[in-house]
């Protein structure tokens, strides 16, 4: 039973980042590491503001976390000091909790019934629980590999090592299936290996995962871009089931900006992965932001990445647009009342590293050198509006352009879907009007025997509802294969978070 006046006795708090010319001067995580009896002491003393509502919004589909996590349970299980128990409950609806502690904006929070009001004290520190739960599993070894006892005779071929597709790996590598994961990268992890900033995750804890994974025996196959280097023909011939998993990275672009083929002018990406490469001792990246004049287009996840690394990088200044106008700080209930997930200004980290943010502006043009490379850019204040078909307009809203210098440009609009591939191709499968792949209510695709999830299937999208699709999707691979199916299938296809249109 939750201690029924935790919330009244402690306020929210969040973990401590180290100094920022400290965490500047390197790649390691922002966040400090406490010694593990004031580390234990906080998180508990957080985990007893659980209310153990009648009705948790926090882990609702909908409203909170797709994966069902078992919150309340957990948070009660730390204010006991039972980490173990506590590992065992978490780990019982997410793969990975060490990733989704570290990179999930946390929908469950927003779902808290203590985010209703101020007067509250804030939500539950669910985010912090649950990193803090899986560090501590793996620190005292409670983190096992878990292998089949029987084999099914079934080859399952998941195409993609991002977090959906290692979620639909272990799950099926744990049912008995003989699973093989194939990736197109040098090393295992999509994005999360070079999407994700060394200083939001490190890689060892992505590493330590892998390895137990390949403990329970799940295959891998790295450098493989599967209707290239293996046929789809061979492909079909050695697995009884294919999962597609290789997410939606085509990266949104904006063509129709003069100057646009400058040099300099890059998509998130381009300077997001060979930095990540460097951290893993790959050389020096080949497009750094070091004493140069950054502009990040963009104001979301991605754009504060790229924030993060042209500071490390040593940038002269970074500015960061957003043709948006400036979220309020606190949730405005006539926008986005709760439960939903708020429209509110977020800072991360990298905000507090530096640089500038600038709303309601869009780039007029890029203005280049006689080299060839971006200088400068003109700056305009527009307006979004949507007109009488409800189609978003981008309108300029004064006459007056202001001129900055720039030499990098980093474009961080959003993704627009997955990329084109002679799998797909060769499989027979179509994208949707939205860049996706759809599937049946099986998660099937059009083509038999061939799966989706993740990315691929729902667009861009958070960490958390990569791995939910992943467990779903191997469920449903599961009863494909034996008739039948005793996984957790937490997600529908077509389940979507709660949201205020």
Same mark, same amino acid.
């Given at each position: 039973?939750? #201690?029924?006046?935790?919330?009244?006795? @402690?306020?929210?708090?969040?973990?401590?980042?180290?100094?920022?010319?400290?965490?500047?001067?390197?790649? /390691?995580?922002?966040?400090?590491?406490?010694?593990?009896?004031?580390?234990?002491?906080?998180?508990?003393?957080?985990?007893?503001?659980?209310?153990?509502?009648?009705?948790?919004?926090?882990?609702?589909?909908?409203?909170?976390?797709?994966?069902?996590?078992?919150?309340?349970?957990?948070?009660?299980?730390?204010? +006991?000091?039972?980490?173990?128990?506590?590992?065992?409950?978490?780990?019982?609806?997410?793969?990975?909790?060490?990733?989704? $502690?570290?990179?999930?904006?946390?929908?469950?929070?927003?779902?808290?019934?203590?985010?209703?009001?101020?007067?509250?004290?804030?939500?539950?520190?669910?985010?912090?629980?649950?990193?803090?739960?899986? #560090?501590?599993?793996?620190?005292?070894?409670?983190?096992?590999?878990?292998?089949?006892?029987?084999?099914?005779?079934?080859?399952?071929?998941?195409?993609?090592?991002?977090?959906?597709?290692?979620?639909?790996? &272990? /799950?099926?590598?744990?049912?008995?299936?003989?699973?093989?994961?194939?990736?197109?990268?040098?090393?295992?992890?999509?994005?999360?290996?070079?999407?994700?900033?060394?200083?939001?995750?490190?890689?060892?804890?992505?590493? +330590?995962?892998?390895?137990?994974?390949?403990?329970?025996?799940?295959?891998?196959?790295?450098?493989?871009?599967? $209707?290239? #280097?293996?046929?789809?023909?061979? %492909?079909?011939?050695?697995?009884?089931?294919?999962?597609?998993?290789?997410?939606?990275?085509?990266?949104?672009?904006?063509?129709?900006?003069?100057?646009?083929?400058?040099?300099?002018?890059?998509?998130?990406?381009? @300077?997001?992965?060979?930095?990540?490469?460097?951290?893993?001792?790959?050389?020096?990246?080949?497009?750094?932001?070091?004493?140069?004049?950054?502009?990040?287009?963009?104001?979301?996840? =991605?754009?504060?990445?790229?924030?993060?690394?042209? @500071?490390? &990088?040593?940038?002269?200044?970074?500015? /960061?647009? #957003? /043709?948006?106008?400036?979220?309020?700080?606190?949730?405005?209930?006539?926008?986005?009342?709760?439960?939903?997930?708020?429209?509110?200004?977020?800072?991360?980290?990298? @905000?507090?590293?530096?640089?500038?943010?600038?709303?309601?502006?869009?780039?007029?043009?890029?203005?280049?050198?006689?080299?060839?490379?971006? +200088?400068? !850019?003109?700056?305009?204040?527009?307006?979004?509006?949507?007109?009488?078909?409800?189609?978003?307009?981008?309108?300029?809203?004064?006459?007056?352009?202001?001129?900055?210098?720039?030499?990098?440009?980093?474009?961080?609009?959003?993704?627009?879907?997955?990329?084109?591939?002679?799998?797909?191709?060769?499989?027979? !499968?179509?994208?949707?009007?939205?860049?996706?792949?759809?599937?049946?209510?099986?998660?099937?695709?059009?083509?038999?025997?061939?799966?989706?999830?993740?990315?691929?299937?729902?667009?861009?999208?958070?960490?958390?509802?990569?791995?939910?699709?992943?467990?779903?999707?191997?469920?449903?691979?599961?009863?494909? %294969?034996?008739?039948?199916? !005793? %996984?957790?299938?937490?997600?529908?296809? =077509?389940?979507?978070?709660?949201?205020?249109?």
């Amino acid at each position: 039973m939750a #201690d029924p006046h935790g919330f009244l006795k @402690h306020g929210r708090t969040e973990p401590g980042k180290r100094p920022v010319d400290e965490r500047l001067g390197d790649w /390691q995580e922002v966040y400090a590491a406490l010694p593990p009896e004031r580390r234990d002491d906080e998180v508990r003393t957080q985990a007893a503001r659980c209310m153990d509502c009648g009705i948790p919004f926090c882990h609702s589909e909908t409203t909170g976390c797709p994966l069902g996590n078992l919150i309340p349970e957990w948070n009660d299980l730390v204010r +006991r000091g039972q980490w173990t128990e506590a590992g065992e409950r978490l780990h019982a609806t997410n793969n990975f909790p060490e990733f989704t $502690g570290r990179l999930c904006p946390a929908p469950c929070e927003a779902g808290c019934v203590l985010a209703v009001s101020p007067l509250a004290g804030g939500a539950v520190a669910i985010k912090r629980v649950e990193q803090s739960i899986a #560090d501590v599993n793996w620190d005292n070894g409670s983190v096992a590999a878990q292998p089949a006892t029987i084999s099914s005779g079934r080859r399952v071929a998941v195409v993609g090592s991002g977090p959906a597709g290692l979620a639909a790996a &272990q /799950q099926l590598t744990r049912a008995g299936h003989d699973v093989t994961v194939f990736e197109r990268d040098d090393r295992l992890g999509g994005l999360l290996r070079y999407g994700i900033p060394e200083f939001k995750m490190e890689k060892r804890v992505l590493d +330590r995962r892998l390895a137990q994974m390949r403990a329970e025996g799940t295959g891998f196959v790295t450098g493989c871009e599967v $209707g290239v #280097d293996l046929t789809v023909e061979q %492909l079909r011939a050695d697995y009884d089931a294919v999962v597609l998993a290789v997410g939606a990275l085509r990266g949104r672009d904006a063509p129709d900006i003069v100057g646009r083929e400058l040099t300099g002018v890059h998509l998130a990406m381009e @300077h997001l992965v060979p930095a990540n490469r460097e951290c893993e001792g790959d050389g020096p990246t080949s497009i750094s932001a070091e004493g140069s004049h950054v502009v990040i287009i963009g104001g979301g996840d =991605t754009g504060a990445d790229c924030l993060g690394t042209a @500071h490390r &990088q040593g940038a002269a200044s970074v500015l /960061q647009l #957003d /043709q948006y106008p400036k979220p309020p700080t606190a949730r405005d209930d006539a926008r986005s009342p709760w439960p939903s997930w708020p429209l509110i200004l977020r800072n991360y980290p990298a @905000h507090e590293e530096g640089g500038e943010r600038r709303y309601e502006v869009a780039v007029e043009r890029f203005i280049g050198d006689e080299a060839g490379h971006v +200088r400068e !850019i003109e700056l305009r204040r527009v307006k979004v509006q949507r007109d009488e078909q409800g189609v978003r307009r981008v309108v300029p809203a004064s006459a007056e352009v202001d001129r900055l210098p720039c030499d990098l440009v980093l474009l961080a609009i959003g993704f627009e879907g997955v990329e084109p591939m002679p799998l797909l191709d060769e499989l027979g !499968i179509s994208l949707s009007g939205r860049g996706t792949i759809g599937c049946g209510s099986n998660w099937e695709t059009s083509a038999p025997g061939v799966f989706v999830c993740g990315d691929a299937h729902r667009g861009a999208s958070l960490v958390v509802w990569a791995i939910a699709e992943g467990r779903s999707v191997a469920n449903a691979v599961d009863s494909y %294969l034996t008739g039948d199916s !005793i %996984l957790p299938s937490p997600v529908h296809p =077509t389940a979507l978070p709660l949201a205020v249109v």
